[in-house]
Protein backbone atom coordinates (compact mmCIF):
# COMPACT_ATOMS: atom_id res chain seq x y z
CA UNK A 1 0.00 0.00 0.00
CA UNK A 2 2.81 2.65 1.35
CA UNK A 3 4.50 2.07 -2.29
CA UNK A 4 0.88 2.89 -4.01
CA UNK A 5 0.98 5.45 -2.08
CA UNK A 6 4.12 6.41 -3.46
CA UNK A 7 3.39 6.12 -7.12
CA UNK A 8 0.51 8.31 -6.86
CA UNK A 9 2.22 11.05 -5.42
CA UNK A 10 4.83 10.58 -7.93
CA UNK A 11 2.33 10.90 -10.41
CA UNK A 12 0.73 14.44 -9.35
CA UNK A 13 3.93 15.48 -8.59
CA UNK A 14 5.51 14.93 -12.40
CA UNK A 15 1.47 16.41 -13.75
CA UNK A 16 2.15 19.21 -11.89
CA UNK A 17 5.36 20.15 -13.24
CA UNK A 18 4.08 19.30 -17.07
CA UNK A 19 1.28 21.22 -16.10
CA UNK A 20 3.23 24.45 -14.41
CA UNK A 21 5.62 24.44 -17.92
CA UNK A 22 2.75 24.28 -19.89
CA UNK A 23 1.21 27.64 -18.37
CA UNK A 24 4.79 29.09 -18.67
CA UNK A 25 4.91 28.43 -22.53
CA UNK A 26 1.00 30.12 -23.00
CA UNK A 27 2.17 32.81 -20.85
CA UNK A 28 5.09 33.31 -23.22
CA UNK A 29 3.20 33.13 -26.53
CA UNK A 30 0.35 35.21 -24.92
CA UNK A 31 3.05 37.75 -24.29
CA UNK A 32 4.68 37.69 -27.39
CA UNK A 33 1.26 37.44 -29.43
CA UNK A 34 0.47 41.23 -27.22
CA UNK A 35 3.86 42.53 -28.40
CA UNK A 36 3.40 41.42 -31.90
CA UNK A 37 -0.29 43.28 -32.18
CA UNK A 38 0.97 46.38 -30.37
CA UNK A 39 3.88 46.85 -33.18
CA UNK A 40 1.33 46.12 -35.97
CA UNK A 41 -1.26 48.53 -34.54
CA UNK A 42 1.12 51.21 -33.84
CA UNK A 43 2.76 50.84 -37.89
CA UNK A 44 -0.08 51.90 -39.61
CA UNK A 45 -1.14 55.32 -36.90
CA UNK A 46 -0.36 58.57 -38.97
CA UNK A 47 3.13 59.49 -39.55
CA UNK A 48 2.40 62.90 -37.65
CA UNK A 49 0.05 60.97 -34.64
CA UNK A 50 3.13 58.61 -34.42
CA UNK A 51 5.92 61.26 -34.19
CA UNK A 52 3.63 63.51 -31.49
CA UNK A 53 2.89 60.41 -29.21
CA UNK A 54 6.70 58.79 -29.93
CA UNK A 55 7.61 58.95 -26.48
CA UNK A 56 4.27 56.77 -24.94
CA UNK A 57 4.87 54.27 -28.11
CA UNK A 58 8.22 54.14 -27.33
CA UNK A 59 7.57 53.43 -23.28
CA UNK A 60 4.22 51.09 -24.24
CA UNK A 61 7.13 49.11 -26.63
CA UNK A 62 9.90 48.97 -24.44
CA UNK A 63 7.28 47.47 -21.71
CA UNK A 64 5.65 44.74 -24.28
CA UNK A 65 8.67 43.74 -25.49
CA UNK A 66 10.32 43.18 -21.69
CA UNK A 67 7.21 41.33 -20.65
CA UNK A 68 7.71 38.75 -23.60
CA UNK A 69 11.91 38.55 -23.58
CA UNK A 70 10.69 37.45 -19.50
CA UNK A 71 8.37 35.24 -20.06
CA UNK A 72 10.01 33.75 -23.10
CA UNK A 73 13.37 33.35 -20.87
CA UNK A 74 10.93 30.77 -18.48
CA UNK A 75 10.49 28.25 -21.52
CA UNK A 76 12.57 25.71 -23.49
CA UNK A 77 12.44 24.65 -26.45
CA UNK A 78 11.66 28.71 -27.74
CA UNK A 79 12.64 28.92 -31.64
CA UNK A 80 9.47 29.43 -32.94
CA UNK A 81 8.14 31.90 -30.62
CA UNK A 82 11.54 33.50 -30.55
CA UNK A 83 11.36 33.53 -33.72
CA UNK A 84 8.09 35.86 -33.89
CA UNK A 85 9.64 37.84 -30.93
CA UNK A 86 12.65 39.07 -32.96
CA UNK A 87 10.63 39.83 -36.00
CA UNK A 88 7.96 41.66 -34.57
CA UNK A 89 10.91 43.76 -33.34
CA UNK A 90 12.85 43.84 -36.52
CA UNK A 91 9.40 45.67 -37.74
CA UNK A 92 9.20 47.76 -35.06
CA UNK A 93 13.01 48.87 -35.24
CA UNK A 94 12.43 49.78 -39.19
CA UNK A 95 9.30 51.86 -38.08
CA UNK A 96 11.18 53.26 -35.52
CA UNK A 97 13.94 54.74 -37.85
CA UNK A 98 10.98 56.49 -40.54
CA UNK A 99 9.57 58.18 -37.02
CA UNK A 100 13.63 59.60 -36.33
CA UNK A 101 13.74 60.84 -39.60
CA UNK A 102 10.51 62.49 -39.58
CA UNK A 103 11.02 64.02 -36.02
CA UNK A 104 14.66 65.31 -37.76
CA UNK A 105 12.69 66.77 -40.95
CA UNK A 106 10.37 68.21 -38.47
CA UNK A 107 13.45 69.86 -36.14
CA UNK A 108 15.07 70.97 -39.04
CA UNK A 109 12.33 72.76 -40.17
CA UNK A 110 11.48 74.81 -37.77
CA UNK A 111 15.02 75.66 -36.56
CA UNK A 112 16.09 76.58 -40.13
CA UNK A 113 17.06 80.12 -40.37
CA UNK A 114 15.19 82.16 -42.66
CA UNK A 115 17.09 84.23 -45.32
CA UNK A 116 16.76 87.30 -44.43
CA UNK A 117 15.19 89.58 -46.19
CA UNK A 118 16.71 93.09 -47.79
CA UNK A 119 15.15 95.67 -47.19
CA UNK A 120 15.01 98.88 -49.50
CA UNK A 121 15.61 101.87 -48.39
CA UNK A 122 14.23 104.79 -50.02
CA UNK A 123 17.43 107.33 -50.15
CA UNK A 124 15.78 111.09 -50.07
CA UNK A 125 17.89 113.45 -51.41
Known sequence: MKSFNWIVIGCFTLISIVSCKNVE???AEKNVKVYSKFV???EVLQTETAVTSWGKIQQLNDQKKT?????LNKINNKETIEKELNE???QFELFKSKIMVEQEKIKLETTKIKPEQK???????
Open 88 to 90: STI
Open 25 to 27: RQN
Open 67 to 71: NAVLA
Open 119 to 125: STETKIN
Open 40 to 42: DSV
